[in-house]
């Protein structure tokens, strides 16, 4: 079975601070795919980055910069230096399992509300 | 340009009505996804369409009617509805590469209440 663990609900933070966003997953497929999404206030779901289970190599974008460790499968999100705008929920999700299809729903955690205090 | 767009933002509708949402996209995308949102939860995957066919439907009540008339439209018809179905309906496409990891890009959704 797939699973995505967000443990922390909700986040508030002072405006300028650093704030780290933890995922953990649990899958039985050797090659997978991470992603991270934004949901702001309006609904819409941001897409802000992929990763495959064959990449560790860690991203950076901007304030954004992400840690992916299979050895304890996780895939965290940081951002530097936050701002009032980066106040969403952020979901961490997982490709779906194979079906015999060439596509499937994403596996998502149950998100953290990040709060940014101005 | 990654747009899904969804028409109608917001909709109320009482349990005897028949509605649709409408989802569209021009990214060449080859599959489609319905999902729903209720309130403070994740998405949940109602509906696959991979090249204009269905190949997921994950146990969705029959009130919900999906159709995906071309590869650049995605319908779902709504029929006696229940209260509980009230959450935000949200659609999304992929390129099909046969990975199953390609990224999916979300529409801003639809608001449904059904009274």
């Known amino acids: 079975a797939q699973k995505v663990t967000q443990a922390q609900t909700e986040i508030s933070v002072v405006e300028k601070e650093d704030v780290t966003l933890d995922c953990v997953y649990e899958t039985r497929d050797t090659t997978y795919y991470l992603f991270w999404y934004k949901q702001p206030p309006s609904g819409e779901l941001v897409f802000l980055i992929r990763?495959?289970?064959?990449?560790?190599q860690n991203e950076i974008s901007g304030r954004y910069s992400w840690n992916f460790q299979k050895s304890t499968s996780s895939f965290n999100f940081t951002i530097t230096a936050s701002q009032v705008v980066d106040s969403a929920v952020y979901f961490c999700a997982l490709s779906g399992v194979y079906r015999g299809g060439g596509a499937d729903g994403l596996t998502f955690g149950k998100g953290t509300h990040l709060i940014i205090q101005p | 340009d990654t747009e899904v767009t969804q028409t109608p933002k917001h909709l109320v509708m009482g349990m005897t009505n028949k509605k649709s949402l409408k989802c569209e996209q021009h990214m060449g995308h080859r599959a489609m996804y319905w999902y729903k949102q209720k309130a403070k939860k994740p998405p949940e995957l109602m509906f696959v369409?991979?090249?204009?066919?269905?190949?997921i439907n994950e146990s969705v009540p029959s009130r919900f009617s999906p159709e995906c008339p071309n590869s650049s439209l995605l319908n779902l018809h709504l029929h006696a509805l229940q209260p509980e179905d009230s959450a935000l309906y949200l659609c999304?496409?992929?390129?099909?590469?046969?990975?199953?990891?390609?990224?999916?890009?979300f529409g801003p959704g639809t608001r449904l209440t059904v009274l």
């Open positions: 990763r495959n289970s064959f990449d560790e």
């Open positions: 369409y991979s090249y204009e066919k269905l190949s």
């Open positions: 999304a496409s992929s390129q099909v590469s046969g990975l199953r990891g390609d990224t999916q890009y």
